[in-house]
RNA sequence: GCCAAUGUAGCUCAGUGGUAGAGCAACGGUUUCGUAAACCGUCGGUCGUCGGUUCAAUCCCGACCAUUGGCUCCA
């Protein structure tokens, strides 16, 4: 969002720094190991920062070559020399002003002085270490850097490396500052563990949502005629999608929700009231124009015309009575014309609504007002598409008369939003610009609202216990007082109300969460649950969010037993966020080996020969399955039975069904399960009621 | 949006300044085979789009579009 500014980083202390892993310091020294090899090769170079992060190493750097890819077996031989010759850190410590001194010489950052260029980030970075604190060099060889350590003993420690990729960054993040070469690189012990690294990487690579997505046909996005981040669920993917709905329309219907349906679009007027305009207008696509023909256009420029004619003609008429009644120390600024129209007309408009204006002057207004309603009227009629469902569900709020019995009032939709990322942050399912919501509005009364928040919680809970997910975190996102009225509502006495409610919630629940601060949504905080796919990827999948904002803004009341109206309050709540998200996330969890209740493709049959008592036997089964909804295909091919099991496996059907003419003549069914092997032959019956069984209970 | 890399058949990928190839898939046929691939044949491409250089461009240059990685974790 366009309010949002860059936030003030926290800044390591040395006893944090002091607390800093082998591998870590491996990968600070390779991150100055680098910045060696740059500056020899580039003597130019000018170096930000370079510190040791998740995967590796980084350093920033400011150059007129761009440094591509290409250059990296450069950059590495540099390196692989500066790592024979076995250089020791040698940690100095110097005065501020020996720094400054350094720093204007050109010497950090460097093998030697560089009269004219200064260093010039190191001069920023001087500026950001506290008084008190000592400031210290780290030399290796030629090479020294203002750092705070602490390195490895010796170049020769940094064992294995490898650059990565090249990206770009704002100095110290701040987009108002330079934009500087961000080379990657990570390093290890040693060779076996960097080669693990990579292998490991590659592993993930085939674990990618968009790999396997692509593999077993599950959505497509066609960025030519639909467009970016607009995926289509292809029928094996809308098979997850409607599960997953299932599971939550039963779900909700148990814990007393109610379902409602809406248009993708609304109003100029609904994002108006809702605030979002203000605050979300860069996250929405564009507005739709419901009107902008050219007839249309003509049409409004003829009115605009008689209304500006009409506008001067009360002026003019006006003018001579009026001029004396107008106080020059309250007038505005004149308008382009030098004249002060308005005031005028104001003045005008007061005579005649007194009955003391002439004739003319009284014909004339009332022409310029019926040409004002006209174009009032004429304003091409603007309408967005949905980013969010709130503003639909609050005015189905209004529908009705509420009355405090009604509360708690949930209402649930499976509802399509749209947003306009920017292109650079698409990604795959998990980062799109169409979103399938599992959104619902709980309204309730204060006095509901710990009940009802604590039970959208256990629903989180009760979710990822039925997906196997264990690892998350829940974020509890609250405001900042700087960004009221910006970033925020300016409710001030609202936000501290209901954050130490959510807080008190969350406490006497004893669910584990984290409190950050400046992160909440403009219209009340929030609590985000956070996963990790397998592959490490971190993402927000589920959301529970307060607003104590929009249900005012859009009037809505419920009658309270004191016969007096009352704002409710309202829970916006996703807890399996949206389709694309968390089916792009299952896939990665289950590396699209989906539990039998999930998986696309649930049952295969099999057949061995094609006389047609066996064809008969398998239809029969076949039949039986999809009568109960079982997603069942069959397979009754003349390929080899290896070549119809390969086919299987690799589309990960979840349970394959091989019937050949001994499994027919016992009544039985030979299982195997993809990626288990073969169960062996049971009786037809058995095997049909567990797979009906395992999909009732949503077995994993 | 910004920086970089990438874009060749439905998929995975070769390849060249002189009109493009493999495997899988698809289609046709032969094969009737008990747990991860039996054989033969056929079809399939404006080499992301547009423009430039050239006798000639998929290849060189430029713009655009899209995808991927990064743009948060400070000397």
């Known amino acids: 969002m366009s309010a949002e500014q860059p936030e003030p980083k926290e800044r390591k202390t040395l006893d944090d720094r002091q607390k800093m ?34 995967k590796g190493f980084y350093y920033d750097v400011e150059l007129k070559h761009r440094i591509s890819p290409e250059d990296f077996p450069k950059i590495e031989e540099e390196m692989k020399k500066e790592i024979k010759a076995n250089h020791v850190f040698e940690k100095i410590t110097v005065t501020r002003e020996q720094a400054l001194e350094d720093s204007k010489k050109g010497r950090l950052g460097a093998l030697a002085e560089r009269p004219g260029n200064p260093s010039k980030f190191k001069i920023g970075n001087l500026e950001d270490i506290p008084e008190g604190e000592p400031i210290t060099y780290y030399k290796s060889g030629d090479f020294i850097d203002l750092c705070a350590g602490p390195h490895v003993m010796r170049t020769g420690n940094v064992g294995a490396f490898r650059l990565t990729t090249v990206a770009s960054a704002y100095y110290k993040g701040d987009e108002r500052n330079p934009q500087l070469q961000r080379i990657y690189g990570t390093a290890f012990k040693n060779k076996t563990e960097l080669e693990a690294y990579f292998t490991m990487i590659e592993e993930a690579k085939r674990r990618d949502h968009r790999k396997i997505g692509q593999e077993m ?31 939550a329309k039963e779900t909700e219907f148990a814990a007393g929700y109610v379902r409602v349906k809406t248009p993708h679009i609304a109003k100029e007027k609904m994002y108006k009231t809702s605030g979002h305009l203000p605050y979300y207008a860069e996250s929405m696509f564009p507005p739709l124009k419901y009107d902008d023909s050219d007839e249309f256009k003509e049409e409004r420029a003829k009115v605009f015309t008689a209304w500006l004619n009409a506008e001067v003609q009360v002026e003019t008429l006006a003018e001579p009575f009026v001029k004396d009644k107008l106080n020059p120390a309250l007038l505005p600024k004149p308008d382009h014309e030098g ?170 629940s004893k669910i584990s969460y984290v409190e950050v601060p400046n992160e909440a949504a403009f219209y009340g905080p929030k609590i985000d649950v956070q996963v990790w796919s397998v592959i490490g990827r971190e993402f927000t999948l589920a959301t529970n969010q307060v607003d104590f904002a929009v249900p005012k803004r859009f009037g809505l009341v419920y009658r309270d037993k004191d ?138």
Not at 228 to 239: C, E, H, I, T, Y
């Open 21 to 54: 892993t082998e591998l870590e310091r491996i990968r600070h020294s390779a991150a100055h190991v680098m910045a060696t090899a740059i500056v020899k090769l580039w003597p130019d170079a000018q170096f930000a920062s370079g510190p040791a992060v998740e």
């Open 339 to 508: 004249k002060h129209g308005d005031a005028i007309r104001a003045a005008a408009f007061e005579l005649v609504d007194k009955g003391q204006a002439i004739s003319e002057l009284t014909t004339a207004v009332a022409e310029y007002r019926r040409l004002d309603a006209e174009l009032e009227k004429l304003k091409p009629e603007i309408y967005y598409l949905k980013a969010m469902n709130c503003p639909h569900h609050h005015r189905i709020f209004a529908a009705e008369p509420r009355s405090y019995r009604d509360l708690p009032l949930r209402l649930a939709e499976y509802g399509t939003n749209y947003r306009y990322e920017q292109s650079g942050e698409l990604f795959g399912l998990m980062r799109v610009r169409s979103l399938n919501m599992n959104d619902a509005h709980i309204y309730c009364t204060p006095e509901q609202f710990a009940q009802e928040f604590n039970a959208v919680n256990d629903l989180y809970l009760k979710y990822f216990k039925i997906f196997g997910i264990e690892k998350y975190v829940m974020r509890f996102s609250t405001s900042a007082p700087e960004g009221l009225g910006k970033k925020y509502v300016n409710e001030p006495e609202l936000w501290k109300k209901t954050e130490d409610m959510v807080r008190q919630v969350l406490i006497d």
């Open 563 to 700: 016969n007096t109206d009352k704002t409710p309050l309202c829970i916006h709540r996703a807890p399996l966020g949206t389709h694309e998200r968390f089916i792009g996330f299952l896939i990665e969890h289950y590396a699209g080996n989906f539990p039998l209740w999930l998986a696309p493709e649930q049952v295969r049959v099999l057949t061995l020969g094609e006389e047609e008592p066996l064809l008969n036997y398998a239809k029969a089964i076949v039949s039986e399955l999809r009568a109960n909804f079982v997603r069942c295909e069959a397979d009754f091919g003349t390929d080899p039975i290896k070549a119809k099991i390969a086919e299987a496996e690799k589309a990960k059907v979840h349970t394959m069904l091989v019937i050949g003419g001994r499994d027919m003549d016992a009544g039985n069914v030979s299982v195997r399960l993809h990626g288990k092997g073969n169960l062996g032959a049971k009786p037809k019956g058995e095997v049909i009621t567990d797979i009906l069984a395992a999909i009732k209970e949503r077995r994993a």
């Open 217 to 247: 046909g599950l959505f497509v996005i066609d960025t030519e005629f639909v467009g970016p981040g607009l995926p289509m669920w292809l029928p094996k993917g809308a098979a997850i999608c409607e599960e997953l709905e299932k599971l």
